[in-house]
C-alpha cells in the first residue's frame, strides 16, 4: 500500500467526520509532509508519540485538524504520482495550483517541500500530491 496516499486519505476521512486529530502509523516521509501541512496552516499540531503492543514500541504520529467556521481547512487534494506511475517536473514547469490558493508537494534532491519552496530554491523533482 502506498504510504502517502493512505497517510491523505486518513486526514480528509477524519476531517469529514469532524474529528479533531487523527492516529497514523510513524514514518519519516509522513512526518516530513506533516510539517509541510502544518507550515502552510492545514494542520494544527504534529505529535510523534509511542504505544506499548504486546512485544514491542510502536511510533505513531498525531496530527490535530484545523477548522474555519465548521469547515474543514483541506478544501481538496489530488493525488499524482503514484507506485505505478511517478510524475517528473522541472523547477521552470512547476505550475500555481487553484490559483495560488494551494500548494503541490514535491519531492527534491534536497528532501520534501512545497512548491513555492521548490520554485524559489529551482529544484524539480517528483511531484507527489496537490492540496488546497
Do not use: C
Not at 508519540?49 to 505513531?60: D, G, P, V
Not at 503514484?82 to 500555481?96: M, N, W
Amino acid at each position: 500500500m502506498d504510504i502517502i496516499s493512505d497517510m491523505l486519505i486518513r486526514i480528509k476521512n477524519a476531517q469529514m467526520a469532524k474529528a479533531g486529530q487523527v492516529l497514523m502509523p510513524f514514518s519519516r516521509v509522513k512526518f516530513q509532509i506533516a510539517q509541510i501541512l502544518k507550515d502552510g496552516g492545514y494542520l494544527s499540531a504534529i505529535e510523534r508519540r509511542k504505544r506499548k503492543s504486546r512485544k514491542s514500541e510502536l511510533e505513531y504520529l498525531e496530527l490535530g485538524l484545523v477548522y474555519h467556521d465548521g469547515e474543514g481547512a483541506i478544501g481538496g487534494i489530488k493525488l499524482l504520482s503514484k507506485p505505478s506511475r511517478h510524475i517528473y517536473v522541472k523547477a521552470q514547469d512547476i505550475q500555481r495550483v487553484r490559483s495560488g490558493y494551494g500548494f503541490a508537494v514535491i519531492s527534491t534532491s534536497k528532501g520534501i517541500m512545497n512548491s513555492r519552496e521548490a520554485r524559489k530554491q529551482n529544484l524539480g523533482g517528483e511531484i507527489l500530491f496537490e492540496i488546497w
